[in-house]
């Protein structure tokens, strides 16, 4: 029978088919917190795969389940100003629940509005899912300081952590220099100990980009893409490495349409859209 601290523990790196797979099998024995828990992982990861649609959760649901919802709903819509009201009533409702914070400050670092990731993420500073969020959303900041300072309190809190290792990855993966290689040997360390996940592949692939090593990188990328042909984070990356590569234009721009029609309100294609313009403008006067 799955356990609910294995379900959690595979969100988490990423192997998100499995989460669905061991949620589905989950028997929380009449213990109603275990079985809110579940279904929140559940689908965070149906979310995660980019299957929204399946996302059913009724009005009257727990506030974590309904804050679950908004973010099935924003990822559909991009809509921010509803989201951000409706989780601002679920803070209230909750009383600071995790899964709030959480859910608020992933919407809000998608949009590049980091202060007000923060501002959520400073009303649970200490459960280790808004901590590990808080990591990244000062790396998101360029603030690798306070990153750091943040990783060595989930260091403290609890060090074998899967999110603590994470954390510590991403950090140094941000510090550069030789720290990319510990980076890199802490990712391909859980990748042997829970095997390669989509979310694993991309984390040894940026290391091996960061250093410069884009034909490594480029094979990392694509066993990602046989997993999950779709994932936008993976073709991201495959056309940066195409790019440095400059094997095939050819084959980076069907890469590159590929990302738009998948997800064309990913920050990186917004950017990416508002460059061009800005070149056209320029070209055009």
Request: charged share 20%; net charge negative; with cysteine.
């Amino acid at each position: 029978m799955s356990d609910i601290f294995g379900i959690r523990n595979q969100f988490y790196l990423g192997n998100f088919q499995q989460v669905i797979t061991d949620a589905s099998a989950f028997n929380p024995r009449g213990d109603a917190a275990a079985k809110i828990e579940c279904e929140i992982i559940q689908y965070r990861a149906f979310i995660a795969m980019g299957n929204h649609f399946l996302v059913k959760i009724s009005d009257d649901a727990p506030v974590s389940l309904q804050a679950v919802k908004v973010l099935a709903q924003y990822m559909q819509s991009q809509d921010v100003q509803t989201a951000s009201a409706r989780l601002s009533e679920l803070m209230v409702e909750g009383g600071n629940d995790p899964t709030v914070v959480v859910i608020a400050a992933m919407i809000f670092n998608r949009e590049g509005q980091y202060e007000d990731a923060l501002k959520y993420l400073g009303q649970n500073p200490t459960a280790l899912e808004p901590m590990a969020v808080l990591v990244q959303t000062y790396l998101k900041m360029d603030r690798v300081d306070l990153a750091e300072k943040t990783f060595k309190t989930m260091q403290q809190n609890e060090d074998d952590a899967t999110l603590t290792q994470l954390a510590s990855a991403w950090v140094n993966l941000a510090k550069g220099g030789n720290q990319i290689q510990e980076a890199l040997f802490i990712l391909t360390d859980l990748a042997e100990k829970y095997n390669q996940t989509v979310t694993l592949l991309n984390g040894m692939a940026a290391c091996h980009m960061s250093k410069g090593e884009f034909r490594d990188a480029e094979v990392l990328l694509k066993e990602a893409l046989s997993k999950n042909p779709n994932d936008v984070d993976s073709l991201i990356n495959l056309v940066v490495c195409l790019q440095h590569l400059r094997t095939s234009d050819e084959l980076a721009d069907s890469t590159m349409s590929q990302v738009r029609t998948l997800n064309p309100g990913h920050p990186w294609v917004k950017k990416i859209s508002e460059l061009e313009d800005s070149f056209d403008r320029l070209a055009g006067s």
